[in-house]
């Protein structure tokens, strides 16, 4: 089992990180490692019958979520055993029309949290949707946060 990291870098900007950067640094963007880097994509893909089940069962909970009372696909009733739930792009699963690949890299996020339990995150980034979420998981985990905001 790894020791616990004193940072974890999440690099999600069009430039490389500079030498010195707060690691180990993980790309949210390109499939290639180097030296001083390593790829989420590349971790989806190694790790992806795993991931694709579990974002599978995220979508589902989500469906199954109850809001006063009812679950969501409940509320988006449209007729006698029919919902609009199953018809919306969220369902689709269409990873040009809805943000699985964010989902699969911030399940690989969580799993490196979990397995180097770092004492911050530090995100490099502009999509303040990432940075959010990030925050949130990271509190949940009770680690540090920072997010620069450099796109």
Same mark, same amino acid.
């Given at each position: 089992?790894?020791?616990?990291?004193?940072?974890?870098?999440?690099?999600?900007?069009?430039?490389?990180?500079?030498?010195?950067?707060?690691?180990?640094?993980?790309?949210?963007?390109?499939?290639?490692?180097?030296?001083?880097?390593?790829?989420?994509?590349?971790?989806?893909?190694?790790?992806? /019958? &795993?991931? +694709?089940? #579990?974002?599978?069962?995220?979508?589902?909970? @989500?469906? %199954?979520?109850?809001? $006063?009372?009812?679950?969501?696909?409940?509320?988006?009733?449209?007729?006698?055993?029919?919902?609009?739930?199953?018809?919306?792009?969220?369902?689709?699963?269409?990873?040009?029309?809805?943000?699985?690949?964010?989902?699969?890299?911030?399940?690989?996020?969580?799993?490196?949290?979990?397995?180097? /339990? &770092?004492? +911050?995150? #530090?995100?490099?980034?502009?999509?303040?949707? @990432?940075? %959010?979420?990030?925050? $949130?998981?990271?509190?949940?985990?009770?680690?540090?946060?920072?997010?620069?905001?450099?796109?």
């Amino acid at each position: 089992m790894p020791l616990p990291l004193e940072c974890l870098t999440v690099w999600a900007s069009v430039e490389s990180p500079p030498s010195g950067t707060p690691g180990p640094v993980y790309r949210w963007d390109g499939h290639s490692d180097d030296a001083s880097t390593y790829s989420l994509l590349r971790l989806a893909e190694e790790h992806g /019958e &795993p991931l +694709r089940r #579990r974002y599978l069962s995220w979508v589902h909970a @989500i469906g %199954e979520h109850r809001i $006063g009372g009812k679950r969501l696909i409940e509320h988006l009733a449209i007729g006698e055993g029919q919902s609009y739930w199953w018809l919306t792009a969220f369902v689709e699963k269409n990873p040009y029309r809805t943000p699985i690949t964010d989902v699969i890299r911030l399940f690989v996020v969580e799993e490196l949290l979990i397995e180097f /339990e &770092p004492q +911050r995150v #530090r995100f490099e980034g502009g999509d303040a949707r @990432i940075a %959010e979420v990030l925050r $949130g998981l990271c509190e949940r985990m009770g680690i540090a946060f920072d997010h620069t905001g450099a796109a």
